[in-house]
């Protein structure tokens, strides 16, 4: 059997893909709304992404100030923040899968 070509691309519409069916666009809930309620889910993760962020900076400062033994103490201590919140993320999905199957 022969399949029809495919139609010719149109910018205005959206792509078919097979199998997929396009959700509406959220749930109508504001950012600052759903990351409080993120947040009291999960706390954790917010504060293990600014802890990141911040042992992070401070090592990048302590790099340009040319402090080596403190610039690699900071980027160890970031990849063990990230780490961590990586797990506080999963120990929070698994939470919530629990939580949702009861």
Known sequence: MAQ???PPFD???PPVIEGF???SRGSGER???KFVRKFRENPFVPLG???TAGILTYGLI???KNKPRQSQLMM???VIAQGLTIASLLVGMAVTNLKSSK
């Open 11 to 13: 910018p205005n519409r």
């Open 62 to 64: 302590c790099f340009i």
């Open 21 to 23: 069916t396009p959700t």
């Open 49 to 51: 992404c600014l802890g």
């Open 76 to 78: 160890r201590a970031r």
């Open 4 to 6: 029809s070509p495919p």
């Open 31 to 33: 950012f600052q709304s």
